[in-house]
């Protein structure tokens, strides 16, 4: 079946660290690729999206490719800050209704 | 923007009561979903709903139902709540279906059961 498999946390980093936060999948068919992030408190938000292969998604100096040779969609940041906190879902969606999400990964930024 | 709006941030029930979450949405969007967040756990989805009077189980029902009377509307009942019932409850909406539908998140409730 579909699955998302995610690093587990938490990630600790100091500010201007570079971040990567690993996400692998499994699916059938092209699904489209997601990273929401949720901050204390909230609900989740879209933090970007990828619908084919070697698309790049990126937003707020975060970015992540579709690699469907290792069914990887890593998220990536240069330099982070202490507001980056908080915990990155993975996701995809294959069709259908559904939206499979990863586990989570809490990042903490020490200033 | 999309909103997707919970009707309370925190709740408090006993044992035993029957505890209504509601969620509404904006968008005219057709799907609608229930999930439950706990530690170490992620997101599991309860319930989700394609259309009005239509749901389905998703992977936690037991428990819980669901009831979706208007299409931006969406209701979770747990008919006697337990303490193991006490979580984080999201609510989310997307727009049909798609390659790169998204799903739009209500702010999230959280509950205790004492």
């Known amino acids: 079946g579909n699955s998302v498999t995610q690093m587990e946390g938490p990630v600790t980093l100091s500010e201007e660290a570079f971040l990567t936060i690993n996400c692998t999948y499994t699916?059938?068919?092209?699904?489209?690729l997601f990273w929401y992030v949720q901050y204390p408190g909230e609900g989740l938000q879209l933090l970007l999206k990828?619908?084919?292969?070697?698309d790049k998604g990126s937003n707020k100096g975060f970015e992540a490719t579709y690699r469907k040779e290792t069914t990887s969609f890593h998220l990536e940041k240069g330099s982070v800050q202490v507001s980056d906190s908080a915990v990155y879902f993975c996701?995809?969606?294959?069709?259908?209704?559904?939206?499979?999400f990863g586990a989570g990964t809490r990042l903490f930024v020490k200033a | 923007d999309v909103k997707v709006t919970q009707s309370s941030r925190y709740l408090v029930k006993r044992t035993g009561e029957k505890v209504f979450l509601e969620c509404v949405q904006d968008?005219?969007?057709?799907?609608m979903f229930w999930y439950r967040q706990d530690p170490g756990l992620g997101l599991r989805l309860i319930y989700f709903?394609?259309?009005?009077?239509?749901?389905e189980k998703g992977d936690i029902p037991e428990g819980y139902s669901v009831s979706r009377e208007k299409k931006e509307r969406f209701s979770l009942i747990l008919e006697s709540a337990s303490t193991n019932q006490t979580s984080m409850y999201l609510c989310?909406?997307?727009?049909?279906?798609?390659?790169?539908?998204?799903?739009?998140f209500g702010q999230g409730t959280r509950l205790t059961v004492v």
């Open positions: 996701a995809l969606f294959t069709g259908g209704f559904k939206t499979i």
């Open positions: 990828a619908t084919k292969a070697d």
């Open positions: 968008m005219d969007h057709e799907n």
């Open positions: 699916a059938t068919g092209y699904p489209s």
């Open positions: 709903s394609y259309d009005v009077k239509m749901k």
């Open positions: 989310a909406s997307s727009p049909g279906t798609g390659g790169n539908t998204e799903a739009f």
